[in-house]
């Protein structure tokens, strides 16, 4: 098993830039795609975007392609979203997730992840 921690949320204006880390305990995070998702009250909880296990691969969702980017360190148990150009839009709680699935049939749903960290606020001031 592996518990994703997420950090680095916060208020910020928009146009600027804010980098998500999700931290996991236990069972090395490398053994596991990661994807980052955010909810907004009232809402479903939203695919971000994903990065498989050696990082060959990532996806992102519409809104946040060319804007965000996601990274892994292996070595450092950590996943990253790089937020750049951020918009009131963007506003959200973010969630990190993990899967232990071999395929990437379902990346972007939430039922594809096993695990799943406490998020955090991230808020984008117009």
């Known amino acids: 098993q592996v518990q994703p921690v997420e950090s680095g949320g916060g208020l910020v204006q928009a146009g600027g830039s804010l980098r998500l880390s999700c931290a996991a305990s236990?069972?090395?995070?490398?053994?596991?795609?990661v994807g980052w998702f955010r909810q907004v009250p009232g809402k479903e909880r939203q695919f971000v975007a994903a990065?498989?296990?050696?990082?060959?691969?990532?996806y992102y969702s519409d809104a946040v392609r060319g804007r965000f980017t996601i990274s892994r360190a292996n070595t450092q148990n950590t996943v990253y979203l790089q937020m750049n150009t951020l918009n009131p839009e963007d506003t959200a709680v973010y969630y990190c997730?993990?899967?232990?699935?071999?395929?990437?049939?379902?990346?972007?749903?939430?039922?594809?992840?096993?695990?799943w960290g406490q998020g955090t606020q991230v808020t984008v001031s117009s």
């Open positions: 236990g069972r090395a995070f490398s053994t596991y795609v």
């Open positions: 997730a993990a899967s232990a699935r071999d395929s990437v049939y379902g990346i972007q749903t939430t039922p594809y992840y096993d695990y």
């Open positions: 990065i498989t296990r050696n990082a060959l691969f990532t």
